[in-house]
């Protein structure tokens, strides 16, 4: 079985907040991520091996988006999403869970101090 059996995949934005590093303006931005849910049950046609596979996976996010455009009108220059993980492991709730990933909270805002 391959890993998209054991995942529902789907797409999100999420805003978080950025700082340009050429003019130095912060401004909230839309981030692209692919979300990976666990599934709550294994497909029918799984064997041993695809059992203990699944008993392991666990569900989280990918960043898509790693270049972003400055919001200020005089900037406008292109720059490296820094500071955001670019993979988030989550909790049943689609909280993250991994001590170096920063919390999500209800609204998709960056909360590094859970």
Known sequence: MDERDFFDERQETRKH??????CHQAAE?????????????????????????FAKAQSYMVRKDDLMGCKNVRCRK????????????????????ASTAPAMTEDGEVNWNR
């Open 17 to 22: 907040t950025l700082n340009c590093p050429h």
């Open 78 to 97: 292109r720059f490296e999403v820094a500071g955001v993980q670019s993979v988030v492991f989550l909790d049943g709730a689609g909280n993250s869970v």
């Open 29 to 53: 931005y839309d981030i692209a991520w692919t979300v990976r849910r666990k599934k709550k049950s294994l497909p029918p046609r799984a064997d041993e091996h695809d059992r203990a596979k």
